[in-house]
């Protein structure tokens, strides 16, 4: 006893029936031992609960998604491209589960490395003391040029770097997130911030090619989003640019009168930021859908999902 306090008394506390109290795990929602076997019994020995059973979820939205035609769409952060996931993402846009891209700035600069040298993602700290930072001459000669001579054509940035790269010299295509999208021809988008991506620094970078150029691809995208209903949006580890430009074309697409709802959101990272939670999985479902938060690296992850599309498509 302390003070007023006196130690309360349990006595009169009511009781229920543990057979007859709602439970939110279940036996047969347990996971299952895995011993080898086919990638399908891996995934059916899963538990149904928390994560696993979301992966499930957002893989049977996007199979049924698919199945009715509707669009899947992949919002990217250049973080997918260095991590090596081209080719699954590749592989997805080839089998016709991706139907659209959109990506931030950065992403092409990666994207074009690699399909030009077969490798991309220089030492940050070693060459910003050098002051060489950002400076590969391949890489802002060309795609400036490209975007310049893509825009004076009345094309996008992401239509445009496609092609270019289709249409190059680059021994390495294949790894070309941006050629894929040419050559399936779906919908690819590019929304820049200007200041942020290492060829604004270069003598040929035009801010008036390259805002016309984002303009463009905005516009492109606001169109996609249009026809979002029934579809899936994944946003694969951008934290603000793509979550950003997500929910401005949800805007304006409803403002001009589109029924965009009732669709299915997914944010990939491994961390859940402000932005993807507000602008990707809780603002734009408000009104009609549902949304997933897949929590890890994504070089892990991100194949896992695919896989297990593959394996339900087959």
Known sequence: MSGKYKNISFKNVKTCQLKSRKSKVERDKVAKPFHGGSFKSFLDGLPDILAAGDIKAVVNAIVKARKKDRPVILGMGAHSIKVGLTPIIIDLIENNIITAVAMNGACIVHDFELSLMGHTSEDVDVELCRGTFGMAEETGKNLNRAIKNGVKRGNGIGRTIGEYILKGKGQHKELSVLAAAARQNIPASVH????????????????????????????????????????????????????????????????????????????MDFIQHYRCRENVLRRPVLSGGKSYALTGHHEIMFPLLAAAIMEQVK
Do not use: C, Q
Request: glycine share 10%.
């Open 192 to 267: 820049v911030a200007v200041g942020t991506d290492i060829i604004h620094m270069h003598p040929e970078a035009s801010g008036a090619a390259i805002g016309e150029g984002s303009m463009r691809d905005f516009k492109l995208f606001s169109s996609v989003v249009a026809d979002l209903k029934g579809g899936v949006y994944i946003n694969l580890g951008s934290a603000v640019i793509m979550p950003e430009v997500f929910l401005k074309a949800i805007a304006v697409t409803r403002n001009l009168k589109n029924k965009v709802k009732n669709f299915t959101t997914v944010n």
